[in-house]
């Protein structure tokens, strides 16, 4: 519990230090005008945190976190995907799971993104009576919201759905914070 309030703080306090630095590194008013206003203008290569809430199959509240390394193109394309991992506890279960998840820009309305995601995965839990390893298929919706050049805040809402393992429902905050390529 501590621990998952230290991440949430981190999370919030990294958020806010980066948006206040990419304000104060800004160019000159000139400079800005040429510029987009939200997102990027080139391929971005971000690493992503999450923190993650699911109700398992039997009814279990599991909780965790995932990490992401994800290639985003908003200039051409307007989707990205990447790899994922993933650790989430609760109800005495244990899932970790990693994967390979893509996305696509539907609407972009100021700073402001919905997309679609889908994954594909594997997933080891540590007790019965799904213990094992298991494939995983995701789709879900992914909300964004740039808050600087490339910072970008989102929640996203997933269905799992697991070969041996029940299906279910995951809720996430995610910060992505990237570097343009």
């Given at each position: 519990?501590?621990t998952?309030?230290?991440l949430?703080?981190?999370?919030?306090?990294?958020?806010?230090?980066?948006?206040?630095?990419?304000?104060?590194?800004?160019?000159?008013?000139?400079?800005r005008?040429?510029?987009r206003?939200?997102?990027?203008a080139?391929?971005?290569?971000?690493?992503?945190?999450a923190?993650t809430?699911?109700?398992?199959?039997d009814?279990?509240r599991l909780?965790?976190?995932c990490v992401?390394r994800e290639?985003f193109?908003?200039?051409?394309a307007?989707?990205?995907?990447?790899?994922w991992?993933?650790t989430?506890?609760g109800?005495?279960?244990t899932?970790?799971?990693?994967?390979?998840?893509?996305?696509?820009t539907?609407?972009?309305?100021?700073?402001v993104?919905?997309a679609p995601?889908?994954?594909?995965?594997v997933?080891?839990r540590?007790?019965s009576?799904?213990?094992?390893v298991d494939g995983?298929?995701?789709?879900g919706?992914d909300?964004?919201?740039w808050?600087?050049?490339?910072v970008?805040?989102?929640v996203?809402?997933d269905?799992?759905?697991g070969?041996?393992s029940p299906?279910?429902?995951?809720v996430?905050?995610?910060?992505?914070?990237?570097?343009?390529?």
């Amino acid at each position: 519990m501590a621990t998952r309030r230290a991440l949430t703080a981190a999370l919030v306090a990294l958020c806010l230090s980066s948006a206040s630095t990419a304000a104060a590194a800004q160019g000159p008013p000139e400079e800005r005008k040429t510029r987009r206003i939200w997102g990027p203008a080139e391929t971005v290569s971000f690493w992503s945190a999450a923190v993650t809430r699911s109700i398992d199959g039997d009814g279990a509240r599991l909780r965790g976190i995932c990490v992401a390394r994800e290639i985003f193109d908003e200039a051409e394309a307007d989707m990205g995907g990447g790899l994922w991992a993933s650790t989430e506890t609760g109800g005495r279960q244990t899932v970790v799971r990693a994967g390979f998840s893509y996305r696509a820009t539907l609407v972009k309305a100021g700073p402001v993104r919905l997309a679609p995601r889908f994954a594909l995965g594997v997933e080891g839990r540590g007790r019965s009576p799904d213990k094992g390893v298991d494939g995983v298929v995701v789709s879900g919706l992914d909300l964004g919201v740039w808050l600087g050049e490339t910072v970008q805040l989102g929640v996203f809402v997933d269905r799992d759905f697991g070969f041996r393992s029940p299906t279910r429902n995951e809720v996430g905050l995610v910060l992505r914070i990237g570097r343009i390529r």
